[in-house]
């Protein structure tokens, strides 16, 4: 069974920046995709960014130009930097991982809070 453990949400004014961290307790190349979710309430949970194991990237429109995704190999962790944060981008935020062929299986993690002040 993987495990994620998340870490990096918190409180913060609009314009600032948060950097969230999903620890995976497997090699992150034995995934296809690694990505974030946020959900807020009443809305259904959305895709903000995603990284495939041979590097494609994808963003929400929603995102693009503020948020980045990234990954430490040697740390077995998937990054989410958060810049120009706005109210709007409140949130739990959830790790994701997928992985198998040619049924994929996903992995959640537990989720982080994210909320941006105005």
């Known amino acids: 069974q993987v495990q994620l453990v998340e870490s990096g949400g918190g409180l913060v004014q609009a314009g600032g920046s948060l950097r969230l961290a999903c620890a995976a307790s497997?090699?992150?190349?034995?995934?296809?995709?690694l990505g974030w979710y946020r959900q807020a309430p009443g809305e259904q949970r959305e895709l903000v960014a995603s990284?495939?194991?041979?590097?494609?990237?994808a963003y929400a429109d929603s995102v693009k130009g503020r948020f980045t995704i990234s990954r430490d190999s040697a740390k077995n962790t998937v990054y989410l930097q958060m810049d120009s944060l706005k109210p709007e981008d409140t949130a739990v935020y959830y790790c994701?991982?997928?992985?198998?062929?040619?049924?994929?299986?996903?992995?959640w993690g537990q989720g982080t809070q994210v909320t941006v002040s105005s």
């Open positions: 994701n991982v997928k992985r198998g062929w040619p049924f994929e299986t996903a992995y």
């Open positions: 990284i495939t194991v041979s590097n494609g990237i």
């Open positions: 497997e090699s992150v190349f034995s995934f296809n995709v």
